[in-house]
């Protein structure tokens, strides 16, 4: 079984859609849960991230982690053309120097 | 130049061949990371390093040899790879203690080995 487990897609949804991305996970010892964006021919890019378990909003981006569940998502709000790239989860035990990744999930918006 | 660079952006390399990946970042931050970015996989973490010295190999082949001579620089030495090494290579970096997490990406070098 992966550390992380996360639907590659592709998700493909008309503009102003809301986006839900998840990642599910098996070691409770995860503390720490990023989301990265990554663009065609860039590197990945941190968009949120958040602590132990709740919710946290960025504008149209709601991060949710519910450790019970070991079930993370990424709820993106009047979802636009711009926001089509690939979703990467990312997660950290305190202390440790290591990200595990999920695979990432291809996201399309269509206008 | 700002943010985390990478040269070349494109390689391509025979199994016999010598080359080395440069990462520099302008950021101000002690750690670096190497990490192997292929199709239909997560991210890999290579190597990292924090304030010069490496703190993690995650048992990667002797082929790839790290090299950080500076908290700005960090390179990836590489010899005698196979075509499976053929990936996208990512250098990231990040302030050590509480905010490992934010790691910053370069735009990734894209190796193809032949």
């Known amino acids: 079984q992966k550390e992380v487990e996360q639907d590659p897609g592709p998700l493909s949804v008309p503009e102003g859609a809301i986006v839900s991305l998840n990642c599910t996970y098996s070691n409770s010892a995860f503390q720490y849960f990023m989301w990265y964006r990554q663009y065609s021919r860039k590197g990945p890019e941190l968009l949120m991230y958040?602590?132990?378990?709740g919710n946290k909003e960025d504008g149209r981006f709601t991060a949710q982690v519910d450790k019970s569940s070991k079930y993370i998502s990424l709820f993106i709000r009047d979802s636009q053309p711009s926001d089509s790239a690939t979703y990467l989860c990312a997660m950290r035990i305190q202390g440790a120097q290591k990200l595990v990744f999920g695979q990432g999930t291809r996201l399309t918006i269509n206008p | 130049e700002t943010g985390v660079t990478q040269t070349p952006r494109h390689l391509v390399m025979g199994m016999t061949n010598k080359k080395s990946l440069k990462c520099e970042q302008h950021?101000?931050?002690?750690?670096m990371y190497w990490y192997k970015q292929s199709a239909k996989k997560p991210l890999e973490l290579m190597f990292v390093?924090?304030?010069?010295?490496?703190?993690e190999n995650n048992s990667v082949p002797s082929r790839f040899s790290p090299e950080c001579p500076n908290s700005s620089h960090l390179f990836l030495h590489l010899h005698t790879l196979q075509p499976e090494d053929s990936a996208l290579y990512l250098c990231?970096?990040?302030?050590?203690?509480?905010?490992?997490?934010?790691?910053?990406f370069g735009p990734g070098t894209r190796l193809t080995v032949t």
């Open positions: 950021l101000g931050h002690n750690a």
């Open positions: 390093y924090s304030l010069e010295e490496r703190v």
């Open positions: 990231a970096s990040s302030q050590p203690g509480g905010r490992r997490h934010e790691q910053y």
């Open positions: 958040t602590y132990s378990s």
